[in-house]
């Protein structure tokens, strides 16, 4: 079983900054990516951010330069922060860990993050 706990969004205006985190707990592969993914009202999911265990991370171009992804191995915590937020960045974000042996996807509860203009 894996859990996650995000936390972080919120409503921000324009130009301003929020940190995104996500703990994840339970028995899983240290061989492992985790991401922020973000979903608006209909349309599919997209990738913002993932970072591997070996700390090699990639971003959506929308969103390079503005926003750093981060780890904690120790803590099994992902964290996004972003800046120079921007309306278009409003979504439900969600924390995300691949595994790849076995390879298995297993998502967090989503976190709303408003960006008012």
């Known amino acids: 079983q894996v859990q996650f706990v995000e936390s972080g969004g919120g409503l921000v205006q324009t130009g301003g900054s929020l940190r995104l985190s996500c703990a994840v707990s339970?028995?899983?592969?240290?061989?492992?990516?985790m991401g922020w993914y973000r979903q608006t009202p209909g349309k599919q999911r997209e990738s913002v951010a993932t970072?591997?265990?070996?700390?090699?991370?990639n971003y959506a171009d929308s969103v390079k330069g503005r926003f750093t992804i981060s780890r904690d191995g120790a803590k099994n915590t992902v964290y996004l922060q972003m800046n120079s937020l921007k309306p278009e960045d409003t979504a439900v974000y969600y924390c995300?860990?691949?595994?790849?042996?076995?390879?298995?996807?297993?998502w967090g509860q989503g976190t709303q993050v408003t960006v008012s203009s």
């Open positions: 339970g028995s899983f592969f240290s061989i492992n990516t």
């Open positions: 970072i591997t265990n070996s700390f090699d991370t």
């Open positions: 995300n860990l691949h595994t790849w042996y076995p390879e298995n996807d297993y």
